[in-house]
């Protein structure tokens, strides 16, 4: 998975404690493999297509998102569990005044459940570092020209941690229905490096 931290500390423990595990048949690796592939099937940036678009129709999910999207995402179906480690979801909501953009500056953090595999950009040391300390430029990067007045809030996410955006709700679709307006957002719109 393009979440994988084979360089950190913590995934050499991971490794470490499923060596365990299997030597002690408590697991067995094939059934592991097989959890995993399926959790990877079901992920797809579709996940979050939904999410947003049932926010931008229900005020009260879109509160309930933005307070515990952990809890709030079974409301579609959908979890950050994947029968592995649950990550908490933060959704961070673009408005007038803040955009919002993601990055993982330690390696590739991202909310495969709800966004699919990450893109290769995003795990660029290119980008993991420029996106921090120059967002605006970056942004421009992506064709995304936003206002000198809209404040940019960076939002780097850990191994506890994952982030999505909330775009803001493009301007005359009070007429499109929520599967419709699913059909509007994009994986980097989620990230933050386009406006849906």
């Not at 933005?66 to 709030?72: D, F, G, H, L, Y």
């Not at 709800?114 to 290769?120: D, E, M, N, R, Y």
């Not at 982030?163 to 957002?185: C, F, G, I, Q, S």
Request: aromatic fraction near 6%; charged fraction near 25%; hydrophobic fraction near 40%.
């Amino acid at each position: 998975m393009s979440d994988d931290h084979d360089d950190s500390p913590i995934a050499a423990r991971v490794r470490e404690l499923e060596a365990v595990l299997e030597e002690k048949g408590l697991i067995d690796a094939t059934e592991l493999d097989r959890a995993l592939e399926a959790f990877a099937h079901k992920a797809t940036p579709a996940n979050g297509f939904r999410v947003v678009a049932r926010a931008w129709v229900d005020d009260g999910f879109r509160a309930r998102l933005i307070e515990n999207a952990n809890e709030a995402l079974p409301e579609v179906g959908l979890s950050m569990g994947g029968g592995l480690q649950v990550q908490r979801l933060w959704v961070v909501e673009n408005t007038e005044e803040v955009h919002n953009v993601v990055v993982c500056t330690l390696c590739s953090c991202y909310p495969i459940a709800l966004l699919g595999p990450s893109p290769t950009w995003y795990k660029s040391p290119a980008y993991r570092s420029k996106v921090v300390s120059e967002p605006r430029e970056v942004l421009q990067q992506f064709g995304l020209e936003l206002p000198e007045t809209t404040k940019i809030q960076v939002w780097d996410a850990n191994a506890e941690s994952r982030y999505m955006v909330l775009p803001k709700r493009p301007a005359n679709t009070d007429h499109l229905t929520e599967e419709e307006l699913a059909k509007r957002v994009t994986r980097n719109g989620l990230i933050g490096t386009a406006a849906v």
